[in-house]
């Protein structure tokens, strides 16, 4: 079944069973039918032995990799069993950043170049080993793990469900409203909590600023890079507009503090609806004038066209999501494949791209920028017809109600007791999920998070085979993928 491209791998992880057996979980997606099919297996501790799955299925590679490490169980025929982590309660304590193996070569026509961890800018430390023919790179090997947080583990150890809620924000700091989504809703589901569906439009409204906010960003790191100031400096202020307008709604630039199980401490009122849709009026007046220019400057198509390509066959390989799937030919889409809370309602068409390269990413930001002010503006125009018209519309909305209940989060939700609950949501980098595992007294034993950036970052070391060395600045934010949401 993995090798049809509708289907793609997004939890696979082992639990123990008893002392002597680990029990493993694996979920897959079915895109076409918009499900998620969940398997179970055993194996043997003393054997802690299974046959790699990742010759034939290329996208398993980083969750077997991620079980060796942590759990030493062996795949044998896996052509890549490299650390992922090094979280500091890993199997093997004398594996270490320091005797990484790196793949090399011998060949006196080659040489290295290491960037990192250090960057020149303020980001995230993460090493990159070139090897290069002259300019021409060949092999490019991305090496994380610098700031590993235990944040899975804390999920677990936490002796609350608002440190876990707090947590949430902080998986990937630029995406704290789409991981503290998919936590929320995992809780719910787990509670058999149903948010009402004025919360759930909110929730909508708010993801999609987020998507907004770092596409334009994106789009200002892409103009940095090809030297045209006029469209970075443009887009920085943009970007600034959108998540001030978050800021303005629940008073964190980022979104922190917004999305919480079982209610909000924000509801959505009349100023906040009509700052939203000032606010996006002006964002999009001026960026498509902007971006207008940028994708009809030849300088900029030079260094955008045929730049960075992966194709379909390697983006399935590779089990890419999200917008990095989307521009070379997949359409995965979680808001339209497994289409959670609102999306339900507001049915979402993704765009598609096929071309694969620098371009296609811009181009692709471009595009959903202009859905999500879409999405947004039906969003808050039914929200503001509620709010306006309350008797009307009595029944689509308890909070306007006599006897509606509080609508203030609910931290003292009681889960289900011996459950495996998957949540997903699509933030703007693509396909995030949760799992959590409860035990006989409903208390979660286990808590698995997979980030967009997990499949994501083989595709910027595919995009940058065959390519000048001096082309990866452009290629990796065409991408921009999150350090800290690999590195859990």
């Known amino acids: 079944m993995m090798k049809n491209e509708n289907n793609h791998i997004v939890a696979y992880f082992p639990l123990p069973d008893g002392a002597d057996k680990w029990r493993f979980i694996c979920a897959v997606a079915d895109d076409a039918n918009k499900n998620i099919q969940v398997f179970s297996h055993e194996c043997s501790r003393d054997v802690s032995k299974l046959e790699s799955l990742t010759p034939e299925i290329n996208a398993m590679h980083i969750f077997e990799r991620e079980m060796h490490e942590n759990n030493g169980i062996d795949f044998p025929g896996h052509p890549w069993l490299k650390p992922v982590r090094w979280p500091h309660n890993r199997y093997d304590q004398s594996s270490c950043m320091n005797t990484y193996p790196f793949f090399s070569s011998d060949s006196i026509e080659l040489h290295q170049v290491g960037v990192g961890p250090v960057h020149a800018g303020i980001i995230e430390p993460g090493h990159f080993r070139f090897i290069c023919n002259g300019e021409k790179v060949y092999h490019l090997e991305i090496h994380l793990g610098y700031q590993h947080r235990g944040v899975e583990d804390l999920f677990v150890s936490a002796d609350s469900n608002i440190k876990r809620a707090v947590l949430s924000d902080s998986i990937a700091g630029d995406t704290a409203v789409g991981h503290s989504l998919c936590h929320a809703q995992l809780m719910e589901e787990l509670a058999g909590n149903v948010p009402d569906e004025m919360l759930q439009m909110e929730r909508a409204i708010a993801l999609e600023l987020e998507r907004i906010a770092f596409h334009i960003g994106d789009t200002s790191a892409l103009c940095a890079d090809i030297a045209y100031q006029l469209g970075q400096v443009v887009c920085e202020s943009l970007r600034t507009v959108v998540i001030n307008t978050t800021q303005y709604w629940c ?115 471009r595009c959903e920028i202009s859905k999500s002010i879409e999405l947004i503006r039906t969003i808050v125009g039914e929200i503001l017809s509620r709010i306006t018209n309350p008797r009307q519309n009595k029944s689509k909305n308890p909070r306007q109600n006599d006897d509606a209940k509080n609508t203030a989060p609910n931290y003292n939700l009681a889960l289900a007791a011996d459950s495996v609950c998957i949540s997903m949501t699509e933030g703007w980098r693509g396909e995030i999920v949760h799992v959590a595992v409860t035990d006989n007294k409903g208390a979660i034993s286990k808590y698995k998070i997979t980030d967009p950036s997990l499949h994501n970052w083989t595709g910027l070391a595919l995009a940058v085979r065959n390519q000048e060395i001096s082309d990866f600045p452009v290629c990796n934010k065409s991408f921009n993928l999150s350090y800290c949401g690999y590195d859990l």
């Not at 049915?347 to 371009?359: A, N, Q």
Request: glycine fraction near 12%; charged fraction near 25%.
């Open 251 to 365: 008073g964190n630039r980022l979104g922190k503090g917004f999305i919480r199980a079982g209610g909000t401490h924000y509801p959505m009122t009349k100023e906040v609806a009509n700052e939203i849709l000032k606010n996006l009026q002006y964002v999009e007046n001026r960026y498509s004038e902007m971006a207008a220019h940028l994708f009809s400057m030849p300088g900029a198509l030079s260094r955008f066209d045929g730049i960075g390509v992966v194709s379909k066959e390697q983006g399935l390989r590779a089990g890419l999501t999200g917008m990095a799937a989307r521009m070379c030919g997949i359409p995965r889409d979680v808001r339209t494949t497994h289409p959670f809370q609102a999306y339900k309602k507001y049915k979402y068409k993704p765009e598609i791209f096929t071309s694969g390269d620098v371009l296609a990413r811009a181009l692709m930001r």
